[in-house]
């Protein structure tokens, strides 16, 4: 069974860091596409980043030049470090977990709980 744990969101104020951690378990992060979503109060889950089994990466637009996306294959860890953090980028972030790197929620097996992210302003 696949099972993944968020951690390391918090409060933060605008322009700070976050590190956010998805430990997996049932599944290794290196054989697999991890990505990381977003939802916002209101809003549609969205894509944010993701590594695929062969770690090529790929961000939104909105976060382009500001988040990385890393794993730690001895952790079986995918981290998401988030730099010049901005109100916007306020919301509940996901890990989840498919054979192929994609960009909509919907072609996602195994999700996360979420952790919140908060920025202020």
């Known amino acids: 069974q696949v099972q993944l744990v968020e951690s390391g969101g918090g409060l933060v104020q605008a322009g700070g860091s976050l590190r956010l951690s998805c430990a997996a378990s049932?599944?290794?992060?290196?054989?697999?596409?991890m990505a990381w979503f977003r939802q916002a109060p209101g809003k549609e889950r969205e894509f944010v980043a993701v590594?695929?089994?062969?770690?090529?990466?790929h961000f939104a637009d909105s976060v382009k030049g500001r988040f990385t996306i890393s794993r730690d294959n001895a952790k079986n860890t995918v981290y998401l470090q988030m730099n010049s953090l901005k109100p916007e980028d306020t919301a509940v972030y996901y890990c989840?977990?498919?054979?192929?790197?994609?960009?909509?929620?919907?072609?996602?097996?195994?999700w996360g709980q979420g952790t919140q992210v908060t920025v202020s302003s």
């Open positions: 989840a977990t498919d054979r192929i790197a994609m960009l909509l929620p919907k072609s996602y097996d195994y």
């Open positions: 049932g599944r290794t992060v290196n054989n697999y596409a």
């Open positions: 590594i695929s089994g062969t770690g090529s990466t």
